[in-house]
T-cell receptor, first 118, second 116 residues
Framework: AQKVTQAQTEISVVEKEDVTLDCVYETRDTTYYLFWYKQPPSGELVFLIRRNSFDEQNEISGRYSWNFQKSTSSFNFTITASQVVDSAVYFCALSEAEGGGSNYKLTFGKGTLLTVNP | DTGVSQNPRHKITKRGQNVTFRCDPISEHNRLYWYRQTLGQGPEFLTYFQNEAQLEKSRLLSDRFSAERPKGSFSTLEIQRTEQGDSAMYLC??????????????FGPGTRLTVL
């Protein structure tokens, strides 16, 4: 069965600091997808990135970057020069179609609460 | 707005009452998911529809829970004889199903249920 672990429950930084959110996953499938979602205080989950298991290239999008390493089953997320608006709960998630079916349900970690102080 | 919508946004009920939530997915999406999120936890999968067919139910979905998706459009999630442990945020997500390919899940704003 799949599992996602986000060991950091809460992180607090000062604005403009860089911060890395850790994510470790477990799966027996060779084909799977990894995600990061942001959940601001309003509650709606906002999609940030998707990675499939065959693409280990790191990705940068503005101040956000992601480091996917299959060897350590990790998919870490870094925010550079953090801002107060980055304050939210961040979730890492894993998806695989069990039995080769069409149900790509997401398995989420418990989330990391990031607080960026001015 | 063409995103996923959920109603009501908040529901307060007394233990033992029945409640029903509605989810309107993005119009061309044929896959629909329900998740439940309790305080301090990530969302947990409840059930999955492809068009009108309910193809999978989690063990979290007790007999008091039922979900439908008539005509493959909107979906409803009903909880009968609510218990305090049902208090949570109920999230709906939809995705465009193309054969067996993966497609992005888009989430609605959720319905927050409080059982007194």
């Amino acid at each position: 069965a799949q599992k996602v672990t986000q060991a950091q429950t809460e992180i607090s930084v000062v604005e403009k600091e860089d911060v890395t959110l850790d994510c470790v996953y477990e799966t027996r499938d060779t084909t799977y997808y990894l995600f990061w979602y942001k959940q601001p205080p309003s509650g709606e989950l906002v999609f940030l990135i998707r990675r499939n298991s065959f693409d280990e290239q790191n990705e940068i999008s503005g101040r956000y970057s992601w480091n996917f390493q299959k060897s350590t089953s990790s998919f870490n997320f870094t925010i550079t020069a953090s801002q107060v608006v980055d304050s939210a709960v961040y979730f890492c998630a894993l998806s695989e179609a069990e039995g080769g079916g069409s149900n790509y349900k997401l398995t989420f970690g418990k989330g990391t609460l990031l607080t960026v102080n001015p | 707005d063409t995103g996923v919508s959920q109603n009501p946004r908040h529901k307060i009920t007394k233990r033992g009452q029945n409640v029903t939530f509605r989810c309107d997915p993005i119009s061309e999406h044929n896959r629909l998911y329900w998740y439940r999120q309790t305080l301090g936890q990530g969302p947990e999968f409840l059930t999955y529809f492809q068009n009108e067919a309910q193809l999978e139910k989690s063990r979290l979905l007790s007999d008091r829970f039922s979900a439908e998706r008539p005509k493959g459009s909107f979906s409803t999630l009903e909880i009968q004889r609510t218990e305090q442990g049902d208090s949570a945020m109920y999230l709906c997500a939809s995705s465009l199903g193309l054969a067996e390919a993966y497609n992005e899940q888009f989430f609605g704003p959720g319905t927050r249920l409080t059982v007194l």
